[in-house]
């Protein structure tokens, strides 16, 4: 790491992003698209941190309204410089430097749509740059299907770059060549606006072309080289949404990968889904089918999955949490939610409390030890440790105006079928009966009825149901049993 401290504190990066992005096919721009749950231009400013550049700029142009709104949000302190009409990346950069006209020392240039590059790599190309002492340093592909790409010329010994010729000016045997330029570099600032000048529009697209630079600096006597990257996904843009979903599974199976090195258990790697936002702790086990996203951590001996979507949620240790969707909620040691839960903003869930089975919450506080377990929808609420709410108890907490909330003491006991009229509460070791629709507060110790009271009527089905098979039931029961009930 002490190589890579001193290849920090570049003069500038700008990185390009004012290109059309049209096979998207999105009002959305592609830049605002995303990896792992965070855009494109996201991933690209952070590989550009990485440098901790002095000045960092951002090319915009197509759709550029919503490219600064999202930069204002993700990094308010970039700079970005617009390109009206996207001549050419030669143009992309001169636009780019626009900004910081009069800078010396190392610019890197990079794209907002290679999601994939590492900060890392940038790093290596800056020391591989200080190391051979060029005027500009270029990082390179070999690819299989080089099509599209421009292709890297080299000199007869085949140490330096002798200049990138661009697909549509490639001749035959040009384009036989493999390694490919990425359209990552790192220049000397004082080459590359002089190279920048003397660009003409002289090629096959008509374009003032980047590429060009290097054979201005060769020409000048200056050294070039290329840094080969055999990690090819690192270099590789996104143009469409299939490459998009490739580079997703991709960034993920990296994502996978790095949480198992690190002692996660993934039973399913090809249906498990990380954010890299996402904190793991070792021995915690993730089941087929889960999304882990946002700011979600898991604590140790935590079990997630299967069938789970967990957005900024907090899992502590040893809990268990099955066909679950959670947002911004709280689960706590060895607590167990599932399955078919979904905690909404606000759930907080103690210390082997459970959640269970059909059961919905939203802004409930759930002490240690108490128990939510079936059919239930618990929002606005209190409810105290050791407390156990019955199958289908609803919290009404909503009369169509306001919202109120309803507090259950700790070990206190609601009946099955019970509406908790908000505002309302039951107090410590109270108990309400089953089928309550209650309104009125309960006190401690007290035992809470709030429905009718049942009444039988003696003869009803012979004097109503004569003949059915009901009535020769009753008759053949009351035969056995004389006056089954009494008012
Ligand atoms: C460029 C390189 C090519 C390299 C390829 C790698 C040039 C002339 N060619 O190809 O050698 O193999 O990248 O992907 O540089 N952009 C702008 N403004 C423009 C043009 C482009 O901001 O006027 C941005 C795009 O948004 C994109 C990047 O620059 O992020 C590359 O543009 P693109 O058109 O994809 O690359 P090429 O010019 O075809
Ligand atoms: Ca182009």
Not at 16 to 25: E, I, V, Y
Not at 354 to 380: C, M, Q
């Amino acid at each position: 790491m002490s190589d890579q401290a001193q290849a920090r504190g570049v003069a500038g990066v700008v990185v390009l992003a004012a290109g059309a992005g049209t096979r998207m096919k999105s009002t959305k721009s592609k830049l605002l698209h995303q990896v792992a749950g965070r855009s494109m231009l996201s991933h690209a400013i952070s590989a550009a941190e990485a440098l901790t550049p002095q000045n960092l700029v951002v090319v915009v142009g197509h759709q550029r309204e919503q490219v600064e709104e999202h930069l204002t949000e993700i990094a308010p302190h970039v700079v970005t410089a617009v390109q009206e009409n996207q001549n050419g990346t030669g143009d992309a950069v001169r636009c780019g430097l626009a900004p910081i006209h009069d800078i010396t020392g190392e610019v890197v240039v990079t794209y907002g749509d290679v999601p994939l590059l590492t900060g890392e790599t940038l790093i290596d190309l800056v020391e591989a740059h200080r190391a051979h002492g060029d005027a500009v340093t270029l990082l390179t592909a070999e690819l299989d299907e080089p099509h599209g790409y421009g292709r890297i010329v080299r000199d007869a010994d085949g140490d330096q770059v002798a200049a990138i010729v661009e697909q549509k000016d490639t001749t035959p045997e040009q384009a036989e060549i493999r390694e490919i330029n990425a359209g990552i570099y790192v220049f000397e600032a004082d080459v590359l606006r002089e190279g920048l000048e003397s660009l003409t529009t002289d090629n096959a697209q008509g374009e003032l072309y980047l590429t060009d630079v290097v054979k201005f600096a060769r020409n000048k006597g200056l050294s070039v080289h290329s840094m080969v990257l055999t990690d090819r996904w690192q270099t590789e843009g996104v143009n469409d949404r299939v490459q998009l979903s490739a580079m997703n599974k991709e960034y993920n199976r990296r994502l996978v990968e790095k949480a198992q090195r690190a002692g996660v258990t993934i039973v399913d790697p090809d249906t498990t889904w990380l954010h890299d936002t996402v904190d793991l702790a070792p021995d915690v086990t993730i089941l087929p089918n889960t999304s882990l996203e946002g700011a979600t951590s898991v604590a140790s001996g935590a079990t997630i999955g299967p069938d789970t979507t967990l957005v900024d949620v907090e899992v502590g240790e040893g809990a268990t949490v099955i066909r679950t969707h959670g947002s911004l909620a709280v689960i706590g040691a060895d607590a167990s939610v599932g399955p078919f839960a979904y905690l909404r903003p606000g759930t907080e869930l103690g210390t082997g409390g459970k959640i269970g089975t059909f059961v919905e919450t939203k802004n409930a506080k759930i002490g240690a030890g108490a128990k939510v377990p079936h059919l239930s929808y618990a929002g606005d609420a209190e409810i105290g440790e050791g407390a156990n709410i019955g199958a289908g108890t609803i919290f009404a907490n909503y009369d169509g105006v306001t919202k109120s909330k309803t507090v259950i003491g700790k070990h206190s006991f609601v009946g099955s079928n019970t509406v908790l009229v908000a505002p309302v509460t039951v107090s410590d070791g109270a108990y309400v009966a089953a089928g309550s629709a209650l309104t009125d507060l309960v006190g401690p110790g007290e035992l809470a009825i709030a429905r009718g009271r049942q009444r039988n009527i003696p003869g009803w089905v012979e004097s109503r149901r004569a003949g059915t098979k009901t009535h020769r039931a009753a008759q053949e029961a009351g035969d056995n049993v004389e006056g089954s009930s009494e008012q």
